[in-house]
């Protein structure tokens, strides 16, 4: 695809149900990232891929809160027993080898938990 | 944990004058400094990025980046509606160069008066 794809586009789901948001990243990108956006605040980092490797994966929140990347291309970000906190706009963005400043961002996921 | 700190504002610049954005950062080995512009509702974007003290000109567009005070600023010259947005300020997460992912600000929201 020509950019970062995310979906879905939102979702809503019920407290202590468990969610799956999905990245696919620009063809050709080894990097691959998460980010956190909550209203008002800034973006949050939560763990990057460098091909389906993490190699830090301390911003993530919780142990609620798990990711994985197959074949150096799609990631999955799952969220376990969800709660209200939670909610948030979660971005997905990729990068080219030797340009990990320049940051191609998804249109991300908007997490609504009720 | 590396901070970046901005006034969240909003700050308001009338049409055609210079909006002047400033960003203060904790961590003295960061080298390279970026800004992000974030439309309302979408995802951020690279707009410029500085690795040496002193200024980059890009169009309206200018860094200045001061090491020994820990801050960088981004000068946006005969400023138009369109240039409404948030500004994020971001540095690498690690330091060192080569790394991966930035840690963002919470950002500036500017508004261009017309």
């Known amino acids: 695809g020509a950019g970062v794809s995310q979906s879905p586009s939102n979702k809503v789901t019920e407290k202590g149900k468990d969610v799956e948001l999905r990245c696919d990243p620009i063809s050709g990108h080894t990097a691959l990232y998460w980010y956190r956006q909550s209203l008002g605040q800034g973006l949050e980092f939560l763990i990057y891929?460098?091909?389906?490797?993490?190699?830090?994966k301390s911003g993530l929140p919780s142990d609620r809160f798990s990711a994985e990347r197959t074949g150096g291309s799609v990631s999955t970000l799952t969220i376990q027993r969800t709660q209200q906190e939670d909610s948030a706009v979660y971005l997905c963005?990729?990068?080219?080898?030797?340009?990990?400043?320049?940051?191609?961002f998804g249109s991300g996921t908007q997490l609504s938990v009720l | 944990q590396k901070e970046v700190e901005q006034n969240s504002g909003p700050l308001s610049v009338p049409e055609g004058a210079i909006a002047s954005l400033n960003c203060t950062y904790s961590?003295?080995?960061?080298?390279?400094f970026f800004w992000y512009r974030q439309y309302s509702g979408k995802s951020p974007e690279l707009i410029m990025s500085i690795y040496s003290n002193g200024d980059k000109e890009d169009g309206r567009f200018t860094a200045q980046l001061n090491k020994a005070s820990q801050y960088v600023s981004l000068l946006i010259r005969d400023s138009q509606p369109s240039d409404s947005a948030t500004y994020l300020c971001?540095?690498?997460?690690?330091?060192?160069?080569?790394?991966?992912?930035?840690?963002f600000g919470k950002g500036t929201h500017l508004i261009i008066q017309p």
């Open positions: 891929f460098q091909g389906n490797s993490a190699p830090d």
């Open positions: 971001a540095v690498p997460l690690y330091s060192g160069g080569g790394a991966d992912g930035l840690t």
């Open positions: 963005a990729s990068s080219f080898r030797g340009q990990n400043e320049k940051l191609f």
């Open positions: 961590d003295r080995g960061s080298q390279s």
